[in-house]
T-cell receptor, first 112, second 115 residues
Framework: DAKTTQPTSMDCAEGRAANLPCNHSTISGNEYVYWYRQIHSQGPQYIIHGLKNNETNEMASLIITEDRKSSTLILPHATLRDTAVYYCIVRATTSGTYKYIFGTGTRLKVLA | DTGVSQDPRHKITKRGQNVTFRCDPISEHNRLYWYRQTLGQGPEFLTYFQNEAQLEKSRLLSDRFSAERPKGSFSTLEIQRTEQGDSAMYLC?????????????FGEGSRLTVL
């Protein structure tokens, strides 16, 4: 699986959009980009995933660059409850391994 | 509650003792994962089951660690002769058996402290 690079930490004002970047310059054509988050003392929670096109769900939007070497997770109106560690993962879904490799993630702090 | 459940939530043991953790996945999920997480680090993959078959094991899973999923439902993770370095959160996750798996469902974890 390709490795990802994320900033160690970020701050965001409550009510503003939080934009979390991720670099995955060695991503392969069959690898998806996944985002999870982990709130303190809880298990990680799935947020969103995508291959090429931008994706949006009730939690967030995922913007993937045309060359697929980087992506941005957008939380449109951050709240205090969005304070968490956010993990960007790239992973193939073809036959073979189905494991997810987590990095150290970005620690997002939403400020009141 | 129909989520992934793990038991016990907390375990304190003395070095050299054996411990066992149990994971009950979401009932219709065929895939089950074990991860370990230490303070300040992301979850580290340990092993993965497809039904009762253990298909992949990490190098982190030393001979002292054994995982089973005997009937393709619940799973156990046993650590023999525990060491202080085994202190961590042990996370279990499950997912449905689809080619494109978008979502792992994690439990709350079992926190192990080895004294």
């Amino acid at each position: 699986d390709a490795k990802t690079t994320q900033p160690t930490s970020m701050d965001c004002a409550e009510g503003r959009a939080a934009n979390l970047p991720c670099n995955h310059s060695t991503i392969s054509g069959n690898e998806y980009v996944y985002w999870y988050r982990q709130i303190h003392s809880q298990g990680p929670q799935y947020i969103i995933h995508g291959l090429k096109n931008n994706e949006t769900n009730e939690m967030a939007s995922l913007i993937i660059t045309e060359d697929r070497k980087s992506s941005t997770l957008i939380l449109p109106h951050a709240t205090l409850r969005d304070t968490a560690v956010y993990y960007c993962i790239v992973r193939a879904t073809t036959s073979g391994t189905y494991k997810y490799i987590f990095g150290t993630g970005t620690r997002l702090k939403v400020l009141a | 509650d129909t989520g992934v459940s793990q038991d016990p939530r907390h375990k304190i043991t003395k070095r050299g003792q054996n411990v066992t953790f149990r994971c009950d996945p979401i009932s219709e999920h065929n895939r089950l994962y074990w991860y370990r997480q230490t303070l300040g680090q992301g979850p580290e993959f340990l092993t993965y089951f497809q039904n009762e078959a253990q298909l992949e094991k990490s190098r982190l899973l030393s001979d002292r660690f054994s995982a089973e999923r005997p009937k393709g439902s619940f799973s156990t993770l046993e650590i023999q002769r525990t060491e202080q370095g085994d202190s961590a959160m042990y996370l279990c996750a499950s997912s449905p058996d689809r080619v494109e798996v978008g979502e792992l469902f994690f439990g709350e974890g079992s926190r192990l402290t080895v004294l």
